[in-house]
């Protein structure tokens, strides 16, 4: 058995979630948003005060995005004010150009599949998510891809994980998903049947959570010393 401590000694692959696991969301998003000021607000020296009433009003990407623009539409102080579409537009030809990997997420991925087999499970739209996937390069470092909106159901549902299974042709115990949210990520693939490895980031660990990670890292590359 590869994958330390693992229930299973027949580990055939490893899950991924993709924002703040591989791809680092929180620098992504805090790229777009200083592209978006600089765009709507070029004339103002600073842009600190501006950015981080985006980032918070953001929360962590769990905001529904045509929100987050009424609220920042509201609360900015525009000197034209543009319309929604306009910025939703903005949003999806610009965010996915700002998308980065996290610190040594491509030596993490291809140490990992030199021995198992590799899916992506994530939350999302299918344009922004594939996007991101496609800027960061990686769309064919991973044996199975599925994101939210095309299977018509989002982490924590288990459903979602069962897909992935099927689309490897793999049982829960032969797997072990790693992921940063709590809830979506490591209950909601507990519930499904898989072991899991919590990547420790912005999200804290829930009360009355049943799920018990294998394994709890704040940093992608400590994944090396446990794959």
């Known amino acids: 058995m590869e994958i330390k401590e693992a229930a299973a000694t027949d580990i055939k692959a490893v899950f991924f979630d993709l924002d703040n696991t591989l791809l680092d969301r929180t620098n992504s998003f805090k790229s777009f948003a200083s592209t978006l000021l600089n765009r709507y607000f070029g004339h103002l020296e600073s842009h600190h005060q501006m950015l981080e009433l985006i980032i918070k009003l953001d929360l962590d990407g769990y905001k529904d995005k045509r929100d987050l623009f009424r609220e920042l ?3 900015l102080p525009w000197p034209i004010k543009p319309e929604h579409d306009e910025l939703m537009n903005y949003y999806n030809e610009h965010y996915v150009k700002n998308a980065a990997l996290m610190d ?4 993490v991925i291809r140490h990992t599949r030199s021995k198992y087999k590799t899916a992506l499970i994530t939350n999302g739209r299918n344009q922004i998510q594939y996007g991101k996937i496609d800027q960061l390069g990686i769309r064919a470092e991973f044996d199975f891809i599925i994101v939210s909106e095309e299977a018509g159901y989002k982490k924590p549902d288990r459903r979602i994980f069962e897909a992935a299974l099927t689309g490897m042709q793999l049982r829960p115990e032969q797997c072990i998903y790693i992921g940063d949210h709590p809830v979506n990520d490591i209950e909601g ?4 049947g898989l072991d899991t490895i ?10 009355g959570l049943v799920a018990k990670p294998l394994h709890t890292i704040e940093r992608l590359g400590e994944l090396l010393l446990i794959i």
């Open 73 to 75: 539409l509201d609360q």
């Open 104 to 107: 040594q997420a491509l030596e």
């Open 189 to 192: 693939a507990f519930n499904a």
């Open 198 to 207: 919590w990547i420790k980031m912005n999200q804290p660990w829930r009360e």
